[in-house]
Nanobody, 121 residues
């Protein structure tokens, strides 16, 4: 069964750093675009960072210069390095990817299970 498995996250003080990872497991033929979203209580889910896997990245305005997305296409794993964390970065972070399962030619959308990031002031 193809799925995305997230790890990382946790509690950190303001100004600190955390890293998240998102691994595609199961019979995956190809990893396409990957993105990280977050959702804080009472707020809509928002895009944090996106990568097309071949060098093009986009970031939400609030995280530019602090967060870095990267993708290892061989390991089919994505990463989000978060530096200079602020209390307003507190949210559940979800990875999102377009994966093509083995035996298929059609990429499909997959979401990770979500991981909590809490930044204390």
């Amino acid at each position: 069964q193809v799925r995305l498995v997230e790890s990382g996250g946790g509690l950190v003080q303001a100004g600190g750093s955390l890293g998240l990872s998102c691994a595609a497991s199961g019979s995956v033929y190809r990893l396409g675009t990957m993105a990280w979203y977050r959702q804080a209580p009472g707020k809509q889910r928002e895009l944090v960072a996106q990568s097309n896997g071949i060098g093009t990245t986009n970031y939400g305005d609030s995280v530019k210069g602090r967060f870095t997305i990267s993708v290892d296409n061989v390991e089919k794993t994505g990463y989000l390095q978060m530096n200079g964390l602020r209390p307003e970065d507190t949210a559940v972070y979800y990875c999102h990817a377009m994966l093509t399962p083995v035996g298929s030619e059609i990429p499909r959308v997959y979401w990770g299970q979500g991981t909590q990031v809490t930044v204390s002031s």
